[in-house]
């Protein structure tokens, strides 16, 4: 009989990650880590997200054998980081920002094994908006879906309306770079059931 596969541990309380990785064919148990998201000063949205990712994933405390994935998404404007929105009119101030521009999207992402960063890397993805009317963006803001999202917008949900074209990953938007995460959960021997990655 074949060696069952490592338990895959997914560091993060998202249901959007979760999702990514069950489409994908995974089974992931989900530890949402304790871990401070404030940027150092003068970190740059590359290393933050890939800092986080790597702190989210060793953060877990999981058996030997598990395979812990990390990751921590953030949307980049002007050189300036928009995170999740604190309240409903930060989520407005950051959506009247957005629209009508190209902005960045970069996931840092982090595979650990018995507490060792195996692989990790940082996704980038450029989504462009279409100009949303005010009106558009109070409604929108009301309705709570921009409240747990960096950048204040949901791609996979109404925010997705918004949206006119992604460069890169459509995974990576939504929070998990699948083309560069499956791989290494191969490579260490899980397996999926099949890609629906998005790409």
Do not use: C
């Amino acid at each position: 009989m074949p060696p069952s596969p490592p338990p895959l541990v997914l560091a993060s309380g998202s249901p959007r990650r979760v999702e990514l990785l069950r489409r994908a064919g995974f089974s992931p148990v989900v530890r949402p880590p304790a871990v401070d998201e404030t940027p150092r000063p003068g970190e740059s949205p590359v290393d933050l997200v890939a800092r986080l990712a790597a702190a989210k994933a060793t953060a877990v405390s999981a058996s030997d054998e598990a395979i812990v994935v990390g990751a921590d998404t953030t949307v980049v404007l002007d050189g300036s980081i928009l995170g999740k929105p604190a309240d409903e009119e930060e989520a407005r101030r950051m959506l009247r920002r957005l629209q009508g521009r190209t902005h960045l999207v970069l996931t840092g992402w982090a595979v650990v094994r018995r507490g060792r960063v195996v692989a990790d890397g940082v996704a980038e993805s450029r989504v462009t908006m279409r100009p949303v009317s005010e009106d558009e963006i109070v409604r929108y803001v009301a309705a709570g879906e921009p409240m747990d999202k960096a950048g204040g917008y949901a791609l996979q949900g109404e925010g997705g309306r918004f949206v006119t074209e992604v460069e890169g990953s459509t995974s990576n938007v939504i929070g998990l770079p699948l083309e560069e995460v499956v791989p290494v959960l191969e490579s260490l021997g899980l397996r999926g059931a099949g890609r629906g990655d998005g790409r």
